[in-house]
């Protein structure tokens, strides 16, 4: 995953997403599954983008959405049903039809336990088909929010 190697400048807009581990999320050895992750980038993704297009898109009903094509996931170390956790979502690139979002489970200390590159691509439930993201939706993804 080269991409983790990305400078900070090409990061936009971190957004941060506390995760509550549940119960059922712990396997047989007593940690996080690693499919439990995937769940926790989603939600977190999803709540990312809500907030990036909101007033722009409805993500839910919109016949115009974003849909994941592409996971690629890293699994560093282990969580427990007690850790503190927290996804962190970052915004890589912005293309003509799809976007590269890059995430990170982690712990209350800072110690990432996971790591998600994801690419989504903007599509029309109609047409079944891709297409190229308006200006204003780009606009929106490409703000930078200074801290």
Known sequence: MNCYLCTPQYIHNMHTFPIQIRFNDIDPLGHVNNVMYGHYFDIARYNFMVQKLEGLVDLRFSRCIFIVVRTENDFLRPSFLEDRLHVETSLLRVGNKSIHIQQSVVDENGIIRAKCLS????????????????????????????R
Do not use: N, Q
């Open 119 to 146: 690419v989504m691509a903007a599509y029309d439930k109609e047409t079944g088909k891709s297409f190229e993201i308006p200006p204003e939706w780009r606009e929106a993804l490409e703000e930078v929010h200074l």
